[in-house]
């Protein structure tokens, strides 16, 4: 049997084990996309199979890890967008969950692996400089926030978290700033906020 074949029937095998035994199912995947890979094998197709598996698994992190993979193999392949959709939501509601403590260490991971995927929303970048903040990284917290003002000049909590931000790191200059801007937006007549937000 040649080796394409193997591959083919490993995930083959994972798939009629998802439902009787999904751990070893997500063994056989892995198994699958590691050989394509040593093969210099390419295949959204594998990609997205073992992310499937993943997620039913709950391994939501593992799972788009996988699905982004696919998505960069083949933006059009059916279900991939859908999965990608589904998983980055997902991580965003754990990223930005009311019980998670500030400094949690999951927080710079789940907010990486959004960012590689394009996933990150506006709160997605607060939630990250609240924990720089928090757990004294206050230089990175400051440069963060000042990609956050510059995508969102017309947000009035970008220019309050970069103000927390200079203000943590010792430059009350930069603060004192952040806070003339905001007080300008909130002069402004009639001024709302606007909000480029998703679930």
């Known amino acids: ?18 439902w009787q035994d999904p751990e070893l199912a997500q063994v056989f995947a892995r198994s699958a996309v590691e050989d394509a890979q040593a093969l210099g094998y390419v295949s ?21 890890k996988e699905v982004t993979e696919a998505l960069r193999l083949d933006p059009f392949h059916p279900g991939v967008t859908t999965l990608s959709a589904n998983l980055a939501r997902r991580l ?56 956050v003002v510059t995508l969102y000049p017309e947000e009035a909590q970008a220019w309050s978290i970069l103000a927390e931000a200079a203000r943590a790191a010792g430059n009350e200059l930069r603060a004192g700033e952040a806070e003339f801007h905001l007080g300008v937006l909130d002069l402004r007549p009639g001024f709302r906020a606007p909000r480029w937000e998703k679930a």
């Open 92 to 147: 965003r509601a754990a990223l930005r969950s009311g019980l998670r403590a500030v400094d949690d260490p999951a927080i710079p991971r789940l907010y990486s692996l959004l960012a590689e995927g394009g996933e990150t929303t506006f709160s997605c970048h607060v939630t990250m400089i609240r924990y720089a903040i928090a757990t004294g990284q206050t230089a990175r917290a400051v440069t963060l926030a000042e990609a």
């Open 1 to 18: 049997m040649v080796k394409i074949e193997q591959i083919l029937l490993k995930m083959q095998t994972a798939q009629s084990l998802r």
């Open 44 to 64: 959204a197709s594998l990609h997205f199979q073992l992310a499937d598996l993943l997620d039913d698994l709950g391994n939501h992190a593992q799972a788009f």
